[in-house]
């Protein structure tokens, strides 16, 4: 049985992570890197770094933390930011990424999903949706979270998982940051029309709302990135919880004990 | 020093399937040079063969044929000389006889079958089958061996082979049905699962290849 997946995330700028991490026993926790490895060792099932790199030209500094990560961890990984074509992909690809999360350019131009699935194959392609509610549904919204696109996301999701993305990162811009938990009925309203994997993303403040994406939400994988990063919540507790609710999910030596 | 050629036709994630290699081959006392490659020379030479491969069938065929040389001395290795050859993903589902993603592509013609889209008995279920399920060996193999009693491995494919015969099936996964997680025949093995990706897991399964000798 396909098991639930967990998903430490981290913010990278310039090569260094940003948001701030207490993490025990780890000697620089602005290293990318070292973070990678002690998630690894924990029995995450995947990792993602998002980049949050103001200019283009800073870029390589992206380049080469997924380069040492894939080095060092033999595990799936996740890289966006900054994506705009898909050659950008095939950078990341090469460099040791297994898929690549695009925002703001498959945004205002959905076709180029396409385009990159065909590059890269569709497995590879994720479409980072960040999404706000607006009314009674939610907007789309890009250069993270701070523009509105004037698009639907319900409509927009459907749209991306046909033109080509194998997966939604489905980031709420309104629980990010909150803790309140995700938002289960925008994962809901999502899972109903899409056919590709849902990431619930956004407002995890404990182990329990993640099982509640999964079982309430219907969310495929869990990423969270504070409550891992301050030490709050292993990955080995976010399984247990997952668990008890009922989701399959992967034990390793490191999160059966 | 026993050789390993990576084949590098621009197909994706060569980096990490070398590194996983080199780290398997460190911690299992393996000796042996990694080398990506595409020169039919270093190829056919080689003592071991892997076949990685991420993305689209016919874009992985195509480039594969365009490298000059390349598929026939990957056959003079593993037919020729019988060096042990792993596939991974695209590069396993490049052993069968026909891919149809999108359109009808002749794979190498090792493993009877086609690659098809994936077809679960549960229609609510996702495609891609994407994260770690669980590698059931069907038949037992050097591979497979020692990789603990419910191996997780990490997957990442909406298609999947189905072969002719059962025989060359070695292992298979469950989603909503099982389906070819593994194929093995004589000195080939083929992999839809990422060994280099399934941490523990993938890197026991990598030292058996690495110590095999079919």
């Known amino acids: 049985m396909l098991k639930v997946r967990v998903i430490p995330c981290l913010d990278v700028k310039d090569g260094r992570t940003v948001k701030g991490v207490n993490f025990v026993d780890l000697r620089d926790a602005g290293d990318p890197v070292a973070l990678a490895r002690a998630y690894d060792a924990q029995g995450a099932d995947e990792l993602c770094f998002l980049d949050i790199t103001a200019s283009v030209e800073e870029r390589g500094a992206m380049i080469n933390v997924i380069e040492r990560t894939a080095d060092a961890c033999f595990m799936p990984l996740t890289v966006g930011g900054g994506v705009r074509k898909p050659d950008d992909m095939v950078a990341m690809l090469k460099a040791g990424a297994d898929k690549v999360a695009i925002n703001t350019a498959a945004v205002l131009e959905p076709e180029i999903l396409t385009a990159c699935a065909r590059k890269v194959g569709a497995q590879a392609v994720v479409m980072a949706l960040d999404v706000r509610r607006e009314g009674d549904g939610w907007g789309v919204y890009t250069h993270g979270g701070r523009k509105s696109a004037g698009k639907d996301a319900v409509a927009f999701a459907k749209r991306a998982a046909e033109l080509g993305a194998g997966e939604i990162l489905l980031t709420s811009m309104d629980r990010d940051g909150t803790r309140d938990g995700y938002d289960l009925d925008l994962l809901r309203a999502i899972r109903d029309v899409v056919h590709v994997p849902i990431v619930a993303s956004g407002g995890a403040g404990n182990v329990q709302h993640m099982a509640d994406a999964v079982s309430l939400g219907g969310a495929d994988a869990v990423l969270a990135a504070s409550i891992f990063h301050f030490g709050e919540a292993s990955v080995a507790d976010a399984k247990r919880a997952l668990a008890a609710a009922g989701a399959p999910v992967r034990w390793t030596e490191e999160t059966a004990a | ?214």
């Open chain 2, 1 to 214: 020093m026993s050789t390993l050629a990576i084949i590098d036709y621009g197909s994706g994630n060569v980096r990490s399937v070398q590194r996983a290699i080199e780290s398997a081959a460190a911690h299992g006392g393996h000796t042996i040079n990694v080398t990506l490659t595409s020169d039919p020379e270093t190829i056919a030479r080689a003592d071991r063969i892997v076949l990685p491969g991420v993305g689209h069938y016919a874009d992985c065929a195509e480039g594969l044929a365009a490298r000059t040389g390349v598929i026939e001395a990957i056959s003079e290795a593993a037919f020729a000389r019988g060096r042990p050859f792993l596939g991974v993903c695209v590069g396993m589902q490049l052993m069968a006889d026909v891919g149809r993603e999108d359109i009808e592509t002749p794979g190498l013609g090792w493993i009877g079958g086609a690659v098809e889209l994936l077809a679960p008995n549960d229609p609510a279920l996702p495609i891609p089958h994407m994260g770690w399920n669980v590698l059931r060996t069907t038949k037992p193999h050097p591979l497979l061996e020692d990789l603990g009693a419910e191996p997780h491995v990490y997957f990442v494919h909406s298609y999947a082979l189905t072969a002719e015969s059962e025989e060359d099936v070695a292992a298979v996964t469950d989603y909503g049905g099982p389906f070819v997680a593994a194929v093995a025949r004589n000195n080939l093995f083929g992999a839809q699962f990422h060994p280099e990706k399934s941490q523990q897991t993938g890197q026991r399964l990598l030292s058996n290849f690495l110590s095999w000798r079919p």
